[in-house]
T-cell receptor, first 114, second 110 residues
Framework: ETGVTQSPTHLIKTRGQQVTLRCSSQ?????VSWYQQALGQGPQFIFQ???????GRGNFPPRFSGLQFPNYSSELNVNALELDDSALYLC?????????????FGAGSRLTVL | GENVEQHPSTLSVQEGDSAVIKCTYS??????FPWYKQELGKRPQLIID?????GEKKDQRIAVTLNKTAKHFSLHITETQPEDSAVYFC?????????FGGGTRVLVKP
C-alpha cells in the first residue's frame, strides 16, 4: 500500500505566474482534498474532489482550480499568483463512506512567490 | 461556516508531566474531531480522533474528550516524552471538509 505523494516538493514562482501541483492518492482512497498551510497556521480547506468533480470548496477565489483523474490522482492549479499564495500546499486523500472523513496527508508542496 | 479556536498557542512542559490542549468549535453539525501532530517540515499525522456519539477516547498516553453541549474538545497527553515535541492541530468536520485550529506548539523539556 502506498501513501499520498505530492510533487514538486519545493518551487519558486514570481507574481502573476501560474503553477500546477500534483497529488497521487493513497491506494484504495477515492477522494482528494487540498489544503493551504501558511507559515505558523493551521491548514485551510481549498476544495475537495470526488468522482472527478469538485465536491466542496472553501473560501478561495476562482483562480484556485483543480482536477481529479480516473485513477483518483489530482492537480491543483493556481493562476495569477500573488505574494500571499506563498504557503505549504497539502493534499489529503480519503475514502468517502458515510460518517467518516479520515484524511491521510501528503508531505506537501512548498510554494514561494516572489 | 465552521470556526475552530485552539488554546494555548504554545505549551512548554517538563518531561513526564501532562499536557492539555483545548479547542472550541462553532457549528453544531460538526460530527468528527481529529487531532493531528505535525513535526517540523513533515506532514500532519493523525494521532487520535473522536466522533460526536462518543464522549471520551483513549489510546495509550493520549486521550481526547468531547463536550457536545459546550462545543469543546480537548487533547490530553500523559507522561510526556521529548518525542512528543511538535505542533498539534485540532479539527472539526462537517461533510466534505475539516476546519483546523491554529495549532499548539508543544515543547517537552528533558
Amino acid at each position: 500500500e502506498t501513501g499520498v505523494t505530492q510533487s514538486p516538493t519545493h518551487l519558486i514562482k514570481t507574481r502573476g505566474q501560474q503553477v500546477t501541483l500534483r497529488c497521487s492518492s493513497q491506494s484504495g482512497h477515492n477522494t482528494v482534498s487540498w489544503y493551504q498551510q501558511a507559515l505558523g497556521q493551521g491548514p485551510q480547506f481549498i476544495f475537495q474532489y470526488y468522482r472527478e468533480e469538485e465536491n466542496g470548496r472553501g473560501n478561495f477565489p476562482p483562480r484556485f482550480s483543480g482536477l481529479q483523474f480516473p485513477n483518483y490522482s489530482s492537480e491543483l492549479n493556481v493562476n495569477a499568483l500573488e505574494l500571499d499564495d506563498s504557503a505549504l500546499y497539502l493534499c489529503a486523500s480519503s475514502l468517502r463512506v458515510p460518517g467518516a472523513n479520515v484524511l491521510t496527508f501528503g508531505a506537501g508542496s512548498r510554494l514561494t512567490v516572489l | 461556516g465552521e470556526n475552530v479556536e485552539q488554546h494555548p498557542s504554545t505549551l512548554s512542559v517538563q518531561e513526564g508531566d501532562s499536557a492539555v490542549i483545548k479547542c472550541t468549535y462553532s457549528d453544531s453539525a460538526s460530527n468528527y474531531f481529529p487531532w493531528y501532530k505535525q513535526e517540523l517540515g513533515k506532514r500532519p499525522q493523525l494521532i487520535i480522533d473522536i466522533r460526536s456519539n462518543v464522549g471520551e477516547k483513549k489510546d495509550q498516553r493520549i486521550a481526547v474528550t468531547l463536550n457536545k453541549t459546550a462545543k469543546h474538545f480537548s487533547l490530553h497527553i500523559t507522561e510526556t516524552q521529548p518525542e512528543d515535541s511538535a505542533v498539534y492541530f485540532c479539527a472539526a468536520s462537517i461533510p466534505r471538509s475539516l476546519t483546523f485550529g491554529g495549532g499548539t506548539r508543544v515543547l517537552v523539556k528533558p
